[in-house]
């Protein structure tokens, strides 16, 4: 499997031990994530907006309405930087001071292009694949006016670092004999029971691919 | 209660509707939510961080290594954008246009102020309480080096947007009668079963306040 190469910009400098270069570990968060916080510059002042997001080989997928400023932004080139967080759980150490998270965290900087044409047309059937598995076909077929109403850009992946941490308290050996109760409380990301729309026709069973859907996606 | 006064900067312009300006949407969010996405810029360069945050009063707490460049950055007082969103469904509409997801996100703009002295040692009490509630009666307490290892700042949360999205599928009356499936399928955040840490003194219980932490939060 291939190796992210950090750059200066990407170098994961304060906990090295928690970074993972390899592009295995970018993916699989990717195709985990369902939204990511997309951070943009206007007139030096950050704004970060929350996209879908979907991976597709080694490009990332971002879509949103064609008169949205920030989406503008995007589509123009502008640098950007990418930052998708899953929370795996609560880790209750012994101080204050050592508990925290166990989470997946990727930051890839870089710019998108604007996709137009059959590559436009290509990147809305690969992002409804991804996000709803095996329900394209049997979608009705974006029409036109529709394309135009989106924005749709996709974003390299070679500039990119991977944060993971997933442990136990990291609390000092002394203080092991501390009369408290201390782990990991995971925190898990689920699907409930499907919700009928209430314009459904009468007789149409749950699909059978939701039950196929990956678990965790968040 | 009382209301968000969106500025032309936080002002939710692309679909009005979902916009919700009372404090109490914000407050509600900031308070289910563990991660925060903080936007900065650096020579140009957008950066988004995810970071523990928790609120306490009307304002935001935000904290990080007293090492990390990106956080002396923020704590310097420097513009960010702190984004916060909950996915809480897929909306399986019959066109892939039409198909979304149902969220709640907040965008709060400003900057923030680093805490020192007593100020910073409440903040460590208020941000722990928030995360693990009930529990800093029992944690080993903070000791004065872990204060000055860590940053903690405070941000205002005067200039916010929130946009909510609970809804069933837009779609169009006349597609309606297309013989397919639609609905919500839920997303849900709950906690799985506590992991005991390796090293943990044997007879020591599960603590009964972890049953009583808020279910939904991420």
């Known amino acids: 499997m291939s190796e992210l190469s950090p750059t200066e910009r990407t170098k994961v400098k304060r906990v090295p031990h928690k970074a993972a270069t390899d592009t295995a570990a970018l993916y699989d968060l990717l ?100 996000l709803f598995p095996e329900r394209s076909k049997e979608l009705r077929l974006t029409t036109e006016q529709e394309t135009k109403a989106t924005l749709m850009v996709s974003m390299p992946l070679n500039e990119a670092s991977v ?29 409930g029971e499907p919700i009928p729309d209430p314009n459904l026709i009468p007789g149409i069973p749950i699909p059978d691919y939701i039950s196929r859907w990956p678990e965790g996606r968040t």
């Open 31 to 130: 195709d985990q994530s369902l939204v990511a916080h997309v951070g943009i510059v206007e007139g030096g002042q950050p704004f970060v907006l929350p996209l879908v997001a979907a991976r597709v080989g080694d490009q990332l997928l971002l879509h949103g309405s064609s008169v949205s400023r920030l989406m503008k932004t995007i589509a123009s080139g502008a640098p950007i930087c990418v930052t998708l967080t899953i929370l795996d759980g609560l880790v209750l150490a012994r101080s204050a001071f050592e508990s925290s998270m166990n989470y997946r965290s990727a930051m890839i900087l870089g710019s998108a292009r604007a996709l137009e044409g059959s590559e436009k047309l290509e990147a809305f059937l690969h992002l409804t694949e991804k």
């Open 163 to 191: 944060k993971i941490s997933s442990k136990f308290p990291a609390d000092p050996v002394e203080e092991y004999s501390l009369p408290m109760w201390a782990g990991v409380l995971p925190i898990k990301h689920t699907y």
